[in-house]
């Protein structure tokens, strides 16, 4: 360990595995630890089930009724990916016309306008152009372009037509979802980029408890564990890493629900997401639920998991989550945890310390990809080719 690296990595988190990654890709000398002996940090998917009962302190042991402890592979928080369907339910023609407009939208297109500037017309005037009811605008805002709040009614209507469009072009790529979710939870994904990262000349560390952080004249040059010191040109690190470095801007309430039966009014899916649109009850954020099941081989056979999460804004976040958890019942078990979200106080180009921020109560993966490239660009000055990245994996794994 006592070597120099161009960027050490602290924690195996998703945001973390993936930047990993794209160093050791650029031709990076990369070291990346953490001082939890798996990989996924707080996007870990957790087996077998007696090891979540005791993450949560419940007592006792998961009942005979829940199977196997090996078949339960339990994200601690979920997050969908974009597919890359339109959908038969959408029948009123308004919205069609509005769904046509979207798919034939080119920014770099003036034809295709249709009267609407894209640089300044804001979304609601867009909305207000295709006549749609507050139901459908917040169906499109929420569940489609993955707004959290409806700040972007006010915003020029360029960047919510690309998301929904997005959406559409991703709907049926793969099936009848716009999502993918890997098989064995989301904690797949942090190991299949430290893979990539290894194949590229990446050094990992698992169970390394870190003593400190070493900084010089205001700038990172290395970090000390266990008695020995690891040199580096820039950190990249997960929160917990760096207390005094984030600020606490709010917190996130998120329930694991392990339930014997799909969610009602659903045609009976093995996996769905659904988002409760802030106005609707009197929010000032959506609450969202994640629903996923042994079909995804994360639970027992005939067993499901929701996850329900939400920002909390009072005092009783168990309450602010009620209708989401009405949606579920009956529940056999609940696992309920509150976490604080972080962000780093500054963007660390004088320190060379990139800080991810914790992830937000959101399902999908779209605002984990924006902290990803946020941190590529004040690395490296430069944006990030994904597409140059799956070139690179798709050498190394072959075609998804």
């Known amino acids: 360990m006592n070597e120099e690296y161009d960027v050490i990595v602290l924690g195996t988190g998703l945001t973390e595995c993936i930047l990993s990654g794209i160093m050791s890709v650029n031709g990076k000398k990369v070291l990346h630890m953490d001082r939890n002996p798996y990989y996924g940090g707080e996007s870990a998917s957790i087996t077998p089930l007696e090891d979540l009962y005791k993450r949560f302190k419940i007592p006792g042991s998961p009942p005979a009724s829940m199977g196997r402890g090996r078949d339960w592979n339990v994200d601690l928080i979920p997050k969908f990916l974009m597919a890359n369907g339109l959908m038969g339910l959408f029948e ?68 919510t037509i690309n998301r929904i469009k997005l959406y559409s072009e991703s709907l049926a790529r793969y099936g009848k979802s716009p999502y993918l979710y890997p098989l064995y939870g989301l904690g797949e994904l942090p190991q299949g980029f430290a893979r990539l990262s290894a194949i590229y000349g990446g050094t990992y560390m698992l169970n390394k408890p870190i003593e400190e952080i070493i900084v010089q004249n205001g700038k990172v040059v290395g970090v000390k564990s266990e008695g020995e010191i690891a040199r580096c040109k820039q950190l990249i690190c997960d929160p917990s890493y760096v207390k005094d470095r ?8 998120r329930v694991i629900c ?30 969202y639920v994640c629903m996923i099941s042994f079909a995804h081989n994360v639970a027992a056979q005939g067993k ?35 976490s604080d979200l972080l962000v780093p106080k500054d963007l660390g180009t004088e320190s060379q310390i990139f800080i991810s921020s914790t992830y937000d109560a959101t399902t999908h993966f779209e605002t984990t990809c924006d902290d990803i490239k946020n941190i590529y660009m004040r690395m490296t000055g430069s944006e990030f080719d994904f597409e140059e990245m799956k070139r690179k994996k798709n050498d190394i794994y072959g075609e998804d």
């Open 92 to 159: 009123k023609r308004r919205f069609r016309k509005f769904l046509v407009y979207v798919a034939n939208f080119d920014e770099k297109d003036s034809r295709t306008f249709e009267g609407i500037d894209p640089k300044k017309t804001t979304m609601r005037d867009v909305y207000k152009k295709f006549d749609l009811g507050q139901d459908v605008i917040d169906f499109t805002g929420h569940a489609l372009a993955l707004y959290r709040t409806d700040d972007y009614l006010e915003q020029p209507c360029c960047e």
């Open 246 to 253: 984030v600020q606490k801007v709010g917190q996130v309430i």
């Open 258 to 287: 392990i339930l014997s039966h799909p969610i009602k009014n659903t045609n009976d899916a093995n996996s769905c997401q659904i988002i409760i649109p802030q106005n609707q009850v009197n929010r000032k954020s959506d609450i």
């Open 304 to 338: 499901y998991i929701a996850i329900v999460s939400t920002t909390v804004e009072t005092k009783e976040p168990e309450k602010e989550i009620r209708p989401a958890l009405d949606l579920l019942e009956p529940i056999e078990q609940k696992f309920v945890s509150i």
